[in-house]
């Protein structure tokens, strides 16, 4: 069983930068991947940034290319979401989520991760 914890959101104004993180717990751990989602009140769930475990390479969904950075650290099973230049459709609740196999799935596919994190409300202010 692999847990997932997110750091707490929080509310942010318009232009700013907040770094969310994802801790995992389990006892041995090789994720095929991490990857974060959100979503707005009444909007369905969006794909935000993906990377691979082993390679580190990283997807991003286009809403946030260029303004959001994804990284993790191997040695702690974290991954962080940096987001910077933040605008209020960036509101949402964003959840982490861990793929531990590849499933043929595509990184931006929510049915490609087995176990996600409870969500965290990211609140940006015009």
């Known amino acids: 069983q692999v847990q997932l914890v997110e750091s707490r959101g929080r509310l942010v104004q318009a232009g700013g930068s907040l770094r969310l993180s994802c801790a995992a717990s389990a006892r041995t751990l090789s994720p095929y991947a991490m990857g974060w989602f959100r979503q707005a009140p009444g909007k369905e769930r969006e794909f935000v940034a993906a990377?691979?475990?082993?390679?580190?390479?990283?997807h991003y969904g286009d809403s946030v290319k260029g303004r959001f950075t994804i990284s993790r650290d191997n040695s702690k099973n974290t991954m962080y979401l940096q987001m910077n230049s933040l605008k209020p459709e960036d509101t949402a609740v964003y959840s982490c989520?861990?793929?531990?196999?590849?499933?043929?799935?595509?990184?931006?596919?929510?049915?490609?991760?087995?176990?996600w994190g409870q969500g965290t409300q990211v609140t940006v202010s015009s």
């Open positions: 990377i691979s475990w082993s390679g580190g390479s990283t």
């Open positions: 989520a861990i793929a531990l196999v590849y499933t043929g799935r595509g990184y931006s596919s929510e049915n490609m991760y087995g176990y």
